[in-house]
C-alpha cells in the first residue's frame, strides 16, 4: 500500500474536514499550516480514563460508560423545546439519557445496540440520569477513553470540532524529524518526538501527559538557550590577546571609607577568574539598586590599568557619567591613574584633546556616554569595556564598544531586577555574577501609597524634612502640561510649588529637554545641597546618588512600571537618615493598587520583579516582547525553571562536543528554523 504521509507544511484547509471557511477560522487561532495544527496544544484534560458501570456513576461528575439502548427513543415538546430521552443499561443497571431539540438522536440510536457515553450524570428524582451525552461507536472507545484534551478556542471553532480535525491529522500518522539522538534522550530523560506530539493530545493516562509535556517544554527552551549560546560563541569565539596578571587589589580597597560585602568580594573573585583566564570576560554583573555596582567596576578597571591597559566606563546619562567621573577619580587621583570624562556636553576643542591623549594613552580610564563609541574614539590599547545600566543601551551598543579593541574584557552591570530565570534567558549570551546583597546598615525605604486628596499632608512631611536638613526629590509622568492626559508635569508642579506651596524654600526643576550643562548645573547644586526640592522626570531614574535626599514623591505612580519605580525609590536610602518614598495614585482599581502595595510591601528589587511578573505575564515585563525572545507554546518561564537549568548545562555539553552542529544536521536544521532571522540579526 502507498505511503500516505501527510505534508506538514500544507495549508491546513487541504485537511479532510477542513476547507477554506475553516480555515479562515483556524487563523485565529494562528492555526496555518498541518504541523502548526499539530503544535496547537491543549490547555488541560478532561479525565476520561475510567469506563464506568451504571451502578458506579458519580453524581454531578462527567463520566464514560458503556450501555445498550433497551428503549426506544420518545420524543415530547414542551413550547419550543424537543425532549428526546430513552433508556440504556448494562449488567449493573438501568439509566435515563435525555436531550435537547436533537432530532437526530431519534436516527443514531438503534435499540439493542450497544454504545459509548460521555456525559454529566445528575439525580432524577433518586434515579441516575445523564443529561445530553455524547455519543460514541464502540470502535471510537479506544480514541475517546483516555484524557480528552481542552483546547483554548476562537468564535466558530469548539472543542468537538478541534478533537475531530486532530484525529484526522494524527490518523495520517504526521512523523516530526527527531532532532536528538537515543543516548541524548536517555540521558536526559525525554521521551520520542512522535510520542510526545500524539500524546500532548492523545494522552491515556497523567503519565504520558507529564512525558510528552516534558519533551516539548525541553525542546522549546533548548533550542532558545542553543540560539543564545550560538550567538555567544559566533560573536566571542575570537582569540583572546589581552594578557592579565594577578593584581594586588589591596592599595585600592585601602582608599575605600568601608569594607566590601561578601557579596561584591564573591563578584570581583568571578571577575578577576575571567581576567586572568585564557577566555575573554563577557560578564553580567547584576545587583540592586544600591548594591554598590561601581566600587566592583572600578575594581575591575584597577586590575586593567595595572596590566598596562586602558579602560572604558560608558553611562547612558550625562548625569551619572559625570558621577562616575567625580565618584572613580577621587580614587584613582590617588593612585597616580588619568581619568576623563567624554559626553555630549563636552565642548569640541576639549573633546579633541582627550581624543589624541586616549589615542597616546596618556589616558588610562575614560567615563563617558554613548559619546564613547562614536567612530573617532580610539584606544592605544583598550583591554576593558564596562556598561552601567546596561538595560538603557542596546545589545549593539555593547557590542560596539567592545569593538574598538583586539579583544576586550567585557562587564555589564544592571540593576533592573529580572528575575534570575529570566535572566538566563535575556542575557545568555552572557555569564553571569549577582550581588545578592546590601552594605550593612541600610534601612529600607519606607513606602507609602496615597491618594492625591492627602497632598497637604505628603507636603507638610516634605517641608518637615527640609527643615530637618534633607532633600526631596519629586517625580512627574510628564514634561508639560498635556490637554489629552489628566497627569502631572514637572512645569506646572514646579511653578505651583515654588510660587505658592513652598516659596521660602529652594525648589528647582530638572527633565531630559533641558540642555545638558544645565542639567549638570542643577545636579551639581542638588548635591551641594543648595537645592531643597528637586522637581523631575525620570531622568534622575538611574543610578543619582545623593546620600542627603532622604523623601522620594512620585506622582501618579500607577503610570509607572515597578522596575522604575524601584529604580526611583533607590535615589533615596543611601546614607544614614531614615528615608521614604511616597507613591501618589489616583487610580482605583484592583490590578493598580495591588501592584503598588508590592512596592509598599517589599524592598527587594528581585522579589518585586518576581510578583511583577505573576501579576502580569512575562509578556509585559520590562518590553521583553521587543527583546526578541519567542513566546512559548508549552515551557512558562516562572515554572519551568529546573528544565530550563537542564537544558543550560544540556546545551554547553553539546556544544563542547560538535561545536558547529555538524553531527546533529536535524538540530541545525529546525535550530535555523525557528531562530534564523534572529540569529543573523544578532551576528552581524
Ligand atoms: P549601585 O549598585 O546602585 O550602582 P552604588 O555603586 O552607587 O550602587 O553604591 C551605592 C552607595 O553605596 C555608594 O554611596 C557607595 O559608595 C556605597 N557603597 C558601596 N559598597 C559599599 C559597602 N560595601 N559598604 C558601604 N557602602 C557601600
Ligand atoms: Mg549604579
Redesign the pocket.
Known amino acids: 500500500m502507498e505511503n500516505k504521509e501527510i505534508n506538514l507544511e500544507a495549508n491546513i484547509q487541504y485537511l479532510k474536514g477542513v476547507g477554506p471557511k475553516m480555515a479562515e477560522l483556524l487563523m485565529k487561532l494562528n492555526i496555518i499550516t498541518i504541523k502548526d495544527l499539530l503544535e496547537y496544544y491543549p490547555r488541560q484534560y478532561e479525565d476520561r480514563t475510567k469506563l464506568y458501570h451504571i451502578d458506579e456513576l458519580i453524581e454531578n461528575e462527567n463520566n464514560l460508560f458503556m450501555a445498550t439502548v433497551v428503549k426506544p427513543v420518545q420524543s415530547i415538546r414542551r413550547g419550543k423545546l424537543a425532549i428526546l430521552s430513552t433508556y440504556v443499561s448494562d449488567d449493573t443497571g438501568v439509566c435515563k439519557l435525555t436531550w435537547f431539540n436533537q432530532k437526530y438522536i431519534k436516527e443514531k440510536l438503534k435499540i439493542g445496540n450497544k454504545y459509548v457515553f460521555f456525559g454529566k450524570v445528575i439525580n432524577d428524582n433518586g434515579k441516575k440520569a445523564v443529561e445530553t451525552p455524547m455519543i460514541y461507536s464502540l470502535s471510537e472507545l479506544d480514541k475517546v477513553q483516555g484524557l480528552y484534551p481542552i483546547y483554548p478556542l476562537t468564535a466558530g471553532i469548539t472543542q468537538n470540532y478541534l478533537f475531530k480535525i486532530m484525529n484526522i491529522a494524527y490518523d495520517n500518522k504526521p512523523l516530526v524529524e527527531e532532532i536528538f539522538d537515543d543516548g541524548f534522550r536517555k540521558k536526559y530523560s525525554l521521551a520520542e518526538i512522535n510520542f510526545s506530539m500524539q500524546n500532548i493530545h492523545f494522552p491515556k493516562t497523567f503519565h504520558d501527559v507529564s512525558e510528552a509535556r516534558r519533551r516539548l517544554i525541553f525542546d522549546e527552551l533548548f533550542l532558545l538557550q542553543l540560539a543564545l549560546m550560538t550567538i555567544k560563541n559566533s560573536t566571542l569565539g575570537k582569540e583572546k590577546t589581552t594578557k592579565f596578571n594577578s593584581v594586588d587589589i589591596k592599595p585600592f580597597l585601602d582608599l575605600l571609607p568601608?569594607?566590601?560585602?561578601n557579596a561584591?568580594n564573591r563578584v570581583i573573585e568571578d571577575i578577576k577568574k575571567d581576567m586572568y583566564s585564557s577566555k575573554i570576560m563577557n560578564r553580567l554583573v547584576q545587583?540592586?539598586?544600591?548594591?554598590?555596582?561601581?566600587?566592583v567596576a572600578a575594581i575591575a578597571i584597577y586590575i586593567a590599568v595595572k596590566n598596562g591597559y586602558q579602560a572604558a566606563l560608558m553611562a547612558p546619562t550625562t548625569i551619572l557619567a559625570n558621577q562616575h567621573f567625580e565618584?572613580l577619580g577621587q580614587y584613582f587621583d590617588k593612585l597616580g591613574i588619568t581619568v576623563e570624562i567624554i559626553t555630549s556636553s563636552t565642548t569640541k576643542k576639549r573633546k579633541q584633546d582627550i581624543v589624541s591623549r586616549l589615542k597616546s594613552h596618556e589616558i588610562d580610564v575614560i567615563i563617558g556616554t554613548h559619546s564613547l563609541i562614536e567612530d573617532d574614539i580610539e584606544f592605544n590599547n583598550i583591554g576593558l569595556v564596562i556598561t552601567d545600566e546596561q538595560h538603557r543601551f542596546g545589545v549593539k551598543q555593547r557590542m560596539m564598544l567592545g569593538n574598538k579593541g583586539e579583544s576586550v574584557e567585557t562587564i555589564v552591570?544592571t540593576?533592573t531586577p529580572i528575575p534570575r530565570t529570566l535572566s538566563i534567558i535575556l542575557y545568555g549570551d552572557l555569564d553571569l555574577s549577582i550581588?545578592d546583597e546590601m552594605?550593612?546598615d541600610r534601612k529600607p525605604v519606607k513606602t507609602f501609597v496615597v491618594s492625591d486628596n492627602l497632598e497637604a499632608r505628603v507636603n507638610e512631611f516634605i517641608r518637615k524634612q527640609v527643615k530637618e536638613g534633607r532633600q526631596v526629590y519629586i517625580v512627574c509622568p510628564l514634561v508639560e502640561e498635556n490637554e489629552t492626559l489628566e497627569l502631572k508635569s514637572v512645569q506646572t508642579l514646579y511653578e505651583k510649588y515654588k510660587n505658592e506651596v513652598f516659596q521660602d524654600l529652594s525648589v528647582e526643576f530638572l527633565h531630559g529637554k533641558m540642555k545638558n550643562r544645565q542639567k549638570d548645573e542643577i545636579m551639581q547644586r542638588f548635591k551641594n545641597n543648595e537645592v531643597n526640592i528637586l522637581i523631575s522626570t525620570t531622568v534622575i531614574e538611574v543610578?543619582i546618588?545623593v546620600?542627603n535626599a532622604t523623601v522620594m514623591v512620585i506622582e501618579n505612580a500607577d503610570r509607572f512600571g515597578l522596575a522604575a519605580l524601584h529604580q526611583l525609590r533607590?535615589r533615596v536610602g543611601?546614607g544614614a537618615h531614615e528615608s521614604f518614598c511616597i507613591l501618589k495614585s489616583n487610580n482605583r482599581s484592583l490590578q493598580s493598587r495591588q501592584r503598588l502595595k508590592i512596592m509598599e510591601s517589599s524592598n527587594s528589587g528581585f522579589e518585586i520583579a518576581q510578583k511583577d511578573l505573576e501579576l502580569r505575564g512575562p509578556g509585559d515585563f520590562f518590553g521583553i516582547r521587543q527583546s526578541g525572545l519567542p513566546e512559548f507554546k508549552l515551557a512558562n518561564l516562572l515554572t519551568d525553571v529546573n528544565v530550563l537549568k537542564e537544558t543550560q548545562d544540556a546545551v554547553k555539553e553539546l556544544l563542547e562536543e560538535d561545536r558547529n552542529l555538524e553531527h546533529h544536521i536535524q538540530l541545525k536544521k529546525e535550530l535555523f528554523n525557528q531562530y534564523g532571522e534572529q540569529l543573523t540579526k544578532r551576528t552581524t
Do not use: C, N, W, Y
Open positions: 568601608f569594607q566590601l560585602t561584591q545587583g540592586d539598586v544600591g548594591s554598590g555596582k561601581t566600587i565618584e552591570m540593576a550581588i552594605p550593612p543610578g546618588s546620600s533607590g543611601r
